[in-house]
């Protein structure tokens, strides 16, 4: 699939609301508007008086849009300079309700001064002074500052569907499925009932010292319950929910949440000139005297938030407690809502730690369906600044295989710093009646199906023990096979958790061939499900004969990918390979990793493709015996493991890749001698409201004379879909080097243009634009053009006559692209454009492609 693995769980959960009945949730709307003058009044806050974590704030013409509570409640309307307003909303009701606010007659206090225009300014703003001071002693809530310190962290993240109403829980579906509705609960932080469906608990140490840094988190007991082990997803489901619902420290200059980056309203680069500021009123939080402040983007459209900060009154400038949620107007995707709340305490040593992190989080894909509800729990405990011992740093952080990490009931009686909910508590004896009902696990294994791209080959309920696929790869086609069929398995670890199988048969209907896969892997680590598992160690043999073009070789996904099929071009100069392979993987804990491999591979060409000397001989086929050492380093990277491959979860560190492969002459039939070097650099840079830029650079050189084979070409990418590192609009084999070096760097600008563009800014669409180039050099000594007809170099390919290969100039290679993405929210549209080496056969000056993206 073109989607990212970990982006499909969530995709998959809002699609599936599609299917469940479903009632329209009554709704509270209007517009507030000023009692003298008409005039409409933005970012008033509107919330409900019991429960003040479910509200929002007016846009920029007065309108707001609030669902309407399971129980009566207060409805408050409040803004600096105004009377506060207050109705109460009948359970159910939906009404649309216009409010005209009353200025103030009298003077405020010093804090609570009223402006006199309602443009907002910075200058001589109480606010905006307050808000300096409260930036300015943040170091003070620093846990960093001190030489050492540790904690206990218990955390929970609840997944279901939220807005459950009495229409549905009367409803025929659930009438099959009378289990389910005694799982419905009431949820305080959403005034709505709610069906819980799985949850993930992890109980887990952190300790830091601060010379030489140095910081790890220990997980001491995880627990799974629910949906999420009906689908045996593993740690995938709890990964992904952690990476795109972090935790959150206000405290930091950005915030990491939904795979973004938000300016923080305690940002000390640009809070300030970010956020718009008011003190809203003085009151008692828990004992302590505070003032409360209240806060939202400048533009409501950028990735920023609004919320209220209830600061100490006492001097400190410290925070007591935070509301966090996302603007009404925001341009985060499938958010319909989103509340972080955040308690602050200080302990008997004086220093202000985070004791509470609560967030709700309602997703949705359309807004008539139900939304999901995700609910993440997160409790402080224990904190302690003695010294650590040393030999505590040097420790792994998760434990190792056979280690027991799932703990019972009894280690989370003493570990739980939270109750869980009825529905929380019932849900292993909701698994078990669920899977006991007839066809339901048929469901769970279509389900499944779709969302890992393979087909389990045992009923449901039962251990698999061979999957079937990709299932993507099952028809595509090219120009040698025409149409071509493939079937793929391979073997897991419920049938051997060290010996791994996997292979395919392929049979192309234009050549006739069967083309074929087969490999056997032994990993010296015992494995749950799958060799990929972090970290591996283990070595495998394989035996594969099939047929491809040089710039397939290059693709980050499998060349039969039936969406990579379509091409911009015919690819009709390919070859036959025959290879042997030997292959030991060796994976360290800080994620250095050694590869180390021999090859022995034949090459036959097809096509239109064919080797001969400049001497005039015709050559059938090249044969090379090698030997590759590959080490790579991804400090901090964070992977999910499918049934297909790894998929990054974190993108915020480098990454780190450098090969070398040796070629030997005589050696089993080897025709050449070569040597050939490729160092890589990935990293990604957040330029918080501004987006974010990705950085790929390449650099390699083949040292001996070869010929063109084994020379560099560039990554090619001849396909309508984008690919992440290739080129666009370089042919196949256009370009023949022995040194390269290439530069692709994208900028994700995430709406910040289109944001203030009045008929674009209502799309939420967002630009991406992109520069990529190649520089490369040949020398002499491969450049058949220089050599004599004596030379055994291969001539450079060529179609009727006419050369398909060149040497490069002195200028390098260049490409831009400029794309919109967020289109119907899934979909990216790039323009690409070429802007030199146009004379060259078959060049194209521009183009289009696409890809299905998924972002938040």
């Known amino acids: 699939m073109l989607l990212k693995l970990y982006h499909r769980y969530i995709l998959l959960f809002l699609v599936l609301m599609c299917f469940v009945p479903h009632t329209l949730k009554a709704q509270i709307r209007g517009r507030v508007t000023d009692a003298d003058t008409g005039e409409p009044i933005p970012s008033v806050n509107v919330y409900y008086g019991k429960q003040k974590t479910v509200g929002t704030t007016t846009n920029d013409k007065g309108r707001y849009t609030l669902q309407t509570p399971d129980k009566g409640d207060t409805l408050v309307f409040s803004y600096v300079g105004y009377q506060t307003y207050k109705v109460y ?70 997944f279901g569907f939220n807005n459950i109403t009495q229409h549905f829980i009367d409803s025929s579906f659930l ?127 950028d990735f920023g938030f609004s919320g209220r900060l209830w600061v100490l009154d006492d001097g400190t400038y410290q925070v007591k407690r935070c509301l966090v949620n996302l603007p009404l107007r925001s341009s985060v995707n499938f958010i319909s809502n989103l509340v972080i709340e955040q308690d602050f305490s200080t302990l008997p040593n004086g220093q202000r730690v985070l004791v509470k992190d609560n967030m709700i989080a309602e997703l949705g894909a359309l807004k008539k369906y139900h939304n999901m509800l995700i609910k993440r729990t997160t409790t402080y405990t224990g904190f302690d600044f003695s010294p650590i011992p040393g030999e505590r740093f040097d420790q792994r952080e998760q434990p190792r295989e056979g280690t027991p990490v799932i703990k019972d009931e009894d280690f989370w009686t003493q570990h739980r710093t939270d109750t869980l909910t009825r529905s929380e508590a019932n849900m292993s004896t909701m698994v078990r009646d669920m899977t006991r009902k007839k066809g339901f696990g048929w469901v ?78 032994y990993s010296f680590l015992k494995k749950q499900y799958s060799p990929e598992e972090f970290p591996r160690n283990s070595i495998a043999i394989s035996t594969r004969y099939d047929v491809m073009a040089p710039s397939d070789a290059m693709l980050p996904t499998d060349k039969d990918n039936v969406f990579t099929s379509l091409k911009t071009q015919t ?6 390979f025959r290879q042997y392979n030997i292959r030991y993987v060796y994976e360290f804990d800080n994620h250095f990793g050694i590869t180390a491999q021999l090859r022995h591979i034949t090459q036959n060409p097809t096509g239109t493709l064919f080797y001969r000397t400049v001497g005039g001989q015709m050559v059938p086929e ?91 070409t560039p990554a090619a990418n001849n396909s309508y879909i984008i690919q992440r590192s290739m080129f666009n609009m370089i042919n196949n084999m256009e370009f023949m080097n022995d040194r390269f070096v290439s530069l692709d760097v994208q900028w994700d600008l995430s709406g910040k243009l289109f944001n203030r563009i009045p008929l674009l800014k209502h799309l939420k669409w967002r630009e991406v634009i992109g520069f990529k180039t190649l520089y490369g050099t040949l020398t002499d000594k491969n450049n058949p053009f220089k050599q004599g007809n004596q030379s055994d170099l291969f001539e450079f390919p060529s179609r009727n006559g006419q050369p398909t290969s060149f040497v490069m100039g002195d200028t390098p290679y260049m490409e831009l692209n400029v794309g919109i993405h967020n289109i119907f929210k899934i979909l990216r549209v790039d323009y690409v454009r070429r802007l030199n080496y146009l004379n060259a056969p078959n060049a194209k000056k521009n183009g289009v492609r696409f890809v299905l993206q998924f972002d938040f």
């Open 89 to 158: 909303i009948k359970a159910g009701e939906k009404k649309t309700l216009n409010v005209k606010l009353q200025n103030l007659d009298k003077e405020l206090s010093e804090l609570l001064v009223k402006p006199k225009k309602r443009r907002y300014s910075r200058k001589d703003n109480p606010a905006v002074e307050l808000m300096r001071k409260v930036i300015a002693a943040k170091e003070k809530s620093d846990l960093r500052q001190n030489d050492y310190y540790r904690y206990d962290k218990y955390q929970r993240i609840t």
């Open 175 to 301: 009438r099959k499925y009378p289990l389910l509705v005694k799982q419905v609960e009431f949820c305080p932080q959403t005034q709505t009932n709610i069906l819980p469906l799985t949850y993930n608990e992890t109980s887990s140490e952190h300790i830091y010292r601060k010379q030489p840094e140095a910081e790890r988190n220990f997980i001491r007991g995880t627990n799974s319950e629910g949906l999420n082990e009906l689908l045996a997803t593993g740690d995938i489901v709890n990964v992904v929910l952690q990476r795109f619902f972090a935790d959150v420290n206000i405290y930091d200059n950005s915030i990491n949440l939904l795979e973004r980056y938000f300016t923080s309203p305690l940002s000390s680069t640009n809070a300030i000139s970010f956020y718009q500021y008011y003190i809203m009123d003085t009151l008692d939080v828990e004992g302590d005297k505070c003032i409360e402040l209240s806060f939202i983007p400048q533009n409501p459209q």
């Open 444 to 521: 769970i294994w279509i389900v499944r199906a779709f969302v890992e791209n393979y087909v389990e080959t045992s009923p449901p309920g039962k251990k698999n023990y061979v999957d079937f696929g990709p299932v993507n790869t099952v028809v595509s086609s090219n120009f040698i096979d025409k149409v071509r069929f493939r079937a793929s398995a391979q073997t897991t670890a419920n049938l051997s958790p060290h010996l791994f199988l996997k292979g395919y048969a392929a049979y192309g209907v234009r050549d006739k061939k069967w083309k074929y896969e087969g490999e056997v892997e």
């Open 571 to 576: 690819i009709d100069q390919m070859s036959y």
């Open 622 to 712: 090249l044969t090379q015996s090698e030997a590759t050492l590959s080490l790579r380093y991804a400090p901090g990277e964070k992977v999910v493991v499918t049934k297909q491959r790894r998929h990054p979860v974190n993108h915020n560190y480098p990454i780190y890749t450098l090969m070398h492969t040796t070629g030997f002459k005589d050696v089993l039939g080897g025709d050449y001698a070569s040597n050939y070097t490729e160092l890589s650099v990935t990293k990604r840079f957040w330029l918080n409201s501004y987006g974010r830029i990705d950085i790929y650079g390449h650099a390699g050189a083949q040292w001996n004379r070869v010929p063109f084979p084994l020379l560099i």
